[in-house]
């Protein structure tokens, strides 16, 4: 199984501010995933982070909305850029590989005030 | 697109079996998962079964497909009060290019009573 780890854990912002959230996991992965889930609500796919290339973002998002870095098989960061509090929600990000066991970090708790 | 079913809550006495359901549209569907989210916490991998299966034990839980009625369910014997939690049932379709990307249903919030 796969370790994923998320920094940082949560933070509140204030609008029109950004924000990077990092995720690290303990070996390498073929996929990795951001997720968000709102209060009280089921997961919502964001994109796929596709190492050495641009992201596939889900319908609804956007690159200059949630630009996300993937520079290797083990670390990925995802930007909330110019937030309101619209965003506030749990940021999750996955990893997958070939047994197809797809695990997630602990989330990344955001408020935007 | 695909669609993934889950009743809200369910409620059960401690030492009982709890049955959690699920149903999905998406005919492709190549792996199931069950998901367990405690308040405040990510998400843990229960377990997970692969379309061409029916059944899958593992200790306390078993999961149980009908891949004709596209349901899946996730019984959890003898429920103690740390079950307690969100279960979350996702699919895996199958879209050719080896994606992993799994569709949520809305979870079932597990209470165990005393």
């Known amino acids: 199984s796969a370790v994923i780890s998320q920094k940082p854990s949560r933070d509140i912002c204030q609008r029109g501010t950004s924000l990077t959230i990092q995720c690290q996991v303990d070996?390498?992965?073929?996929?990795m995933f951001w997720y968000r889930q709102q209060p009280g609500q089921s997961l919502t796919l964001i994109a796929t982070a596709n190492q050495g290339s641009e992201a596939t973002y889900e319908s609804g998002f956007v690159i200059d909305k949630f630009p996300i870095s993937r520079p290797n098989l083990t670390f990925s960061t995802l930007t909330v850029s110019n937030m309101s509090p619209e965003d506030s929600s749990i940021y999750l990000c996955?990893?997958?590989?070939?047994?197809?066991?797809?695990?997630f970090g602990p989330g990344t708790r955001l408020t935007v005030t | 697109g695909e669609d993934v079913e889950q009743s809200l809550f369910l409620s059960v006495r401690e030492g009982d079996s709890s049955v959690i359901n699920c149903t999905y549209t998406?005919?492709?569907?190549?792996?199931l998962y069950w998901y367990k989210q405690e308040p405040g916490a990510g998400l843990q991998l229960l377990t997970y079964i692969f379309s061409n299966m029916d059944m899958k034990q593992d200790q306390r839980l078993t999961v149980l497909l009908n891949k004709k009625d596209k349901h899946l369910s996730l019984r959890i014997a003898d429920t103690q009060t740390g079950d307690s939690a969100i279960y979350f049932c996702a699919e895996r379709g199958d879209s050719g290019a080896g994606s992993y990307q799994l569709t949520f249903g809305k979870g079932t919030k597990l209470s165990v009573i005393p």
């Open positions: 998406d005919s492709s569907s190549t792996y």
């Open positions: 996955s990893a997958g590989d070939a047994t197809y066991e797809q695990y």
């Open positions: 070996s390498q992965v073929t996929m």
